[in-house]
């Protein structure tokens, strides 16, 4: 018999079983919601921990990609002071050890850099200026795969602002659908200084050395462009001193031939010198950072009186060889044709004044001490391309 009690007790299971759809239907919307969400944030950490910055505008003009400007900010505000010195040259031994008063310093001095076969580093400094690096990488495709084969490129990225760093240069010429570049395999490696010292040329200099694996050193300047001829030179100059068995004396090449507008003058900074003598003489003093000039003069002169280097000035030897000398390229040089650049950077410059560069340098030289404290700051290696997932993964780990 059908009674009201009965009824009341099937209307109670079905309105609890369409309660109960719809809390599933509402538990797996919840679900799908939350792994979408937890998707789009790992993407963006992914992105973020790559240093991938994507460009703000997608229009393109004259080969220029519109990135994130840090335009007209004042010097003041821009640049920091320096960090606690990670390492602590020590003459006596020619090693460089462990700060123990730097927190950063075990783990930095620690850092290996990717291993290599090659012979040389070609070694850049770049600060914002990545339409002088867009020559660099012109020049380097043209010198051959037999010259590329020797050389590994390093460039430290002295802090350089967002939108206009060395890495999202070069990312940006790998993703663009019009650019010719990067199709000959290129060995670059790039190290991005965390703050933004004044005038960091020594310590940036020594980052470049320190993280270098090749025993031989090519110093050069962003805005200084090597030939193919000239390159092969530099390689010649490196077999033959590798032959030399006697090191007793080995080689330091400085002051190589270089043409400018105004004619051909000798380079004071591009030099060629194996990274155990670099150090050998303790690098560069970093008590130079913080204002311009004298970084050349100081670290050429330690060369020049260390007994056991013998420095030779490559312009001689260029100019009678014929040897094509370096190009020193103008600071409103274009981008070249082929070559996707950033938006040029406009921030503001720091003042120069090589007055207090240049009174620390007589006083240094004249008493013969140099500063030991190196690395006054922290610094990353900077992942700008995956060439799988799996070296991806190795690099996450």
Same mark, same amino acid.
């Given at each position: ?10 209307? +109670? ?9 719809? %809390? =599933? ?11 979408? +969400?937890?998707?789009?944030?790992? *993407? ?13 505008? /997608? ?29 602590? !040259?020590?003459? %006596? ?21 990717? &291993?290599?076969? #090659? ?20 020049? !380097? ?40 570049? *990067? ?6 490696? *790039? ?12 310590? +940036? ?17 962003? %805005? ?25 004396? &080995? ?13 051909? #003058? ?7 010198? =194996?990274?155990?003598?670099?150090? #050998?003489?303790?690098?560069? %003093? ?13 670290? =050429? ?11 030779? #000035? ?50 240094? /030289? ?9 690395? =006054? ?17 190795? !690099?996450?780990?």
């Amino acid at each position: 018999m059908f009674n009201s009690s009965t009824s009341s007790k099937l209307v +109670a299971t079905k309105g609890n079983t369409s309660r109960a759809r719809r %809390d =599933r239907r509402t538990t797996r919307i919840i679900t799908i919601l939350s792994v979408s +969400a937890g998707t789009v944030a790992i *993407i963006l950490l992914l992105c973020w921990r790559l240093g991938v910055v994507s460009t703000r505008s /997608s229009s393109k003009s004259n080969g220029t990609i519109r990135g994130n400007s840090a335009s007209r900010a004042s010097y003041d505000d821009y640049f920091q002071p320096q960090e606690c010195a990670v390492g602590l !040259w020590n003459q %006596d031994t020619h090693t460089l050890e462990v700060n123990p008063n730097c927190p950063a310093s075990q783990k930095l001095l620690n850092m290996k850099p990717p &291993p290599t076969d #090659k012979t040389l580093t070609f070694f850049l400094i770049y600060f914002n200026d990545h339409h002088h690096l867009a020559h660099q990488l012109k020049s !380097w495709i043209s010198y051959g795969q037999n010259v590329l084969d020797q050389i590994q490129f390093v460039i430290v990225d002295d802090s350089s602002a967002p939108g206009h760093t060395a890495a999202e240069f070069l990312q940006a010429n790998i993703n663009h659908n019009d650019s010719q570049t *990067i199709r000959t395999p290129l060995d670059i490696v *790039i190290y991005k200084i965390d703050q933004n010292l004044m005038w960091n040329i020594g310590g +940036a200099r020594n980052l470049g050395f320190w993280m270098a694996n090749t025993p031989w050193v090519f110093m050069s300047d962003t %805005d200084t462009q090597v030939a193919p001829e000239t390159m092969k030179y530099i390689l010649e100059k490196v077999s033959s001193s590798a032959a030399i068995t006697d090191t007793s004396s &080995p080689a330091v090449y400085t002051f190589f031939q270089r043409q400018r507008d105004s004619g051909f #003058k000798p380079h004071p900074a591009v030099m060629l010198i =194996r990274k155990q003598d670099y150090w #050998k003489v303790g690098g560069c %003093d970093e008590d130079f950072v913080g204002s311009y000039g004298w970084t050349d003069p100081h670290f =050429r002169y330690k060369v020049q009186e260390d007994p056991t280097l013998h420095a030779i #000035k490559a312009h001689t030897e260029m100019d009678e060889l014929g040897i094509t000398p370096l190009r020193e390229m103008n600071d409103d040089i274009e981008c070249p044709n082929g070559i996707v650049c950033l938006e040029k950077f406009h921030g503001e410059k720091a003042p120069k004044e090589p007055e207090k560069n240049e009174a620390k340098f007589k006083r240094k /030289s004249q008493e013969g001490k140099w500063s030991n404290e190196v690395l =006054r700051y922290t610094w990353k290696r900077v992942k700008w391309q995956q060439n799988s997932w799996w070296d991806f993964l190795l !690099w996450w780990s």
